[in-house]
């Protein structure tokens, strides 16, 4: 996708699962996560502050040949889940002590829901 067509994408996706209260802002460079390794690297990351509704959404450069919809509706739904995540962190002892497992669970909610949506919406 282009610059144009991922910024299009994301405003299309940010009504559709209901964060159009949510301000936005796309940014496209390159960045390393801890996670990156020589067979899966991430193509975007988003931080957000779910008090004020604010969200930075960042994609590689390197990689807009490969963002497709169903990684636009990953990223939103890290807005989504945003606000379960903090509280479950807060309120537990072992998730606090082990922040992998909080980005396990995270990730995988969030995968599973991707897939569900972007099938539901080509029906």
Known sequence: MTKKQIINRVTYWQNKLGLSNWRIKVTFQN?????DDDKYAAIAKTESNPTYLLADIYFKIE???????????????????????????????DLQE????????????????ERIITRINKL
Not at 31 to 35: V, W
Not at 98 to 113: C, G, I, S
């Open 31 to 35: 960045f390393k996560r801890l996670a």
């Open 63 to 93: 990689y807009l040949d490969v963002v497709d919809d169903p990684a636009i509706v990953h990223e939103l739904l890290h807005l989504v889940l945003g606000d379960i995540v903090s509280y479950f962190v807060s309120n537990s002892k």
């Open 98 to 113: 082990d922040p992998a497992w909080t980005n396990y669970f995270e990730e995988k909610t969030v995968a599973t829901l």
